[in-house]
């Protein structure tokens, strides 16, 4: 397994930008899918974007395509997830995984990101 600490995550404006970073520690971070989720307040968590082991593939729920970019850097054992043209329903609890074969085994402690209106 990997251990993985998100950052980036703050308070902006509708319209602003914001980058999460998350970085890996442990072995093989080159081998695992990497995954961002979120948590908005009183819901369930979702998926917003994942990337495959080579940063080849990526995937994005309908909500951010476009507006969200998944990258890693498998030098640095780090994910990114850029968020451009945010909006207050962006509002959430921002979590990076981890996985094989679409099964997400280790998990981050999240980040908060709030988009005022």
């Known amino acids: 397994q990997v251990q993985l600490v998100e950052s980036g995550g703050g308070l902006v404006q509708a319209g602003g930008s914001l980058r999460l970073s998350c970085a890996a520690s442990?072995?093989?971070?080159?081998?695992?899918?990497m995954g961002w989720f979120r948590q908005p307040p009183g819901k369930e968590r979702e998926f917003v974007a994942d990337?495959?082991?080579?940063?080849?593939?990526?995937n994005y729920a309908s909500s951010v395509k476009g507006r969200f970019t998944i990258s890693r850097d498998n030098a640095k054992n780090t994910v990114y997830l850029q968020m451009n043209s945010l909006k207050p329903e962006d509002t959430a609890v921002y979590y990076c995984?981890?996985?094989?074969?679409?099964?997400?085994?280790?998990w981050g402690q999240g980040t908060q990101v709030t988009v005022s209106s």
């Open positions: 990337i495959s082991w080579s940063g080849h593939n990526t």
């Open positions: 442990g072995r093989s971070f080159s081998s695992y899918a």
């Open positions: 995984a981890a996985g094989v074969s679409n099964s997400w085994s280790s």
